[in-house]
């Protein structure tokens, strides 16, 4: 009887795994069951509701209507090729005759791609073909920037908006909306920690200051 080595145990070890994993997979995996099963149990548990969202959308209402029931194992370059091409001229659900946006096909194609790459790793495909795909050129726009003097114009006209002081931070420091919005009180540095300034801040006095009026502000903190 011929011996055993510790490679061969191992060797046949990895066969016996890759027939159970084989046998617990459908007899034709579609492009759209593995792309349906690789966003629920891969990438959601670690994405934000709202990027998943996204995601999910991808997938409803362009990759799985047209590359859906494609067999997962068959799926070419020339199949992704032409699957973006069409987004390019036809992609928009609202105006069929419309194209989707370039940034928007690039996101599509970057989802099947990642998607791939994970059935290549767990050997449900032999290589991943999108990426032998191109995507199509970013879409380049230019920028309509303020003058100084537009911007002037814009905070002297919006003194008495509620919203002046996050003008003013937008404009002055380049941040982006999202950040303005979302910026706490306790990120705000007047020059006193706001714990200290809740006890020393007159609140009765303060709320007679005309708006926006830092300078009135600041002579009432100096008393």
């Known amino acids: 009887m011929g011996k055993f080595t510790q490679k061969g145990i191992d060797s046949m070890e990895k066969k016996k795994v890759k027939i159970r994993v084989n ?11 593995w792309m349906d099963l690789w966003l629920e149990n891969y990438v959601r548990p670690s994405i934000r509701q709202s ?3 996204v995601y999910r959308a991808y997938l409803d209402n362009h990759l799985i209507p047209k590359l859906g029931e494609v067999p997962l194992d068959e799926l070419s370059a020339s199949d992704i090729q032409f699957f973006l091409r069409d ?11 419309k194209g989707l946006s370039s940034s928007t096909i690039i996101c599509i194609r970057n989802l099947l791609k990642s998607s791939l790459e994970q059935a290549v790793y767990e050997e449900r495909i032999p290589r991943n073909p999108a990426r032998q795909t191109k995507p199509p050129k970013s879409d380049t726009k230019e920028m309509n920037v303020l003058t100084q003097d537009e ?20 404009l002055t420091t380049g941040v982006r909306r999202g950040e303005v919005l979302g910026l706490p009180w306790r990120s705000v540095f007047i020059g006193l920690p706001w714990h200290e300034l809740d006890k020393r801040l007159p609140w009765q006095n303060v709320v007679k200051l005309p708006l926006w009026d830092t300078e009135a502000l600041k002579r009432m903190l100096k008393r």
């Open 87 to 97: 987004l390019q001229y036809h992609g928009n659900k609202k105006s069929p005759e």
């Open 23 to 33: 046998s617990t997979r459908p007899e034709s995996e579609t492009v759209g069951q």
């Open 151 to 170: 911007v002037t114009r814009f905070l002297q006209n919006s003194t008495e908006n509620s919203c002046y002081a996050a003008y003013v931070l937008t």
């Open 51 to 53: 990027t998943y969202e």
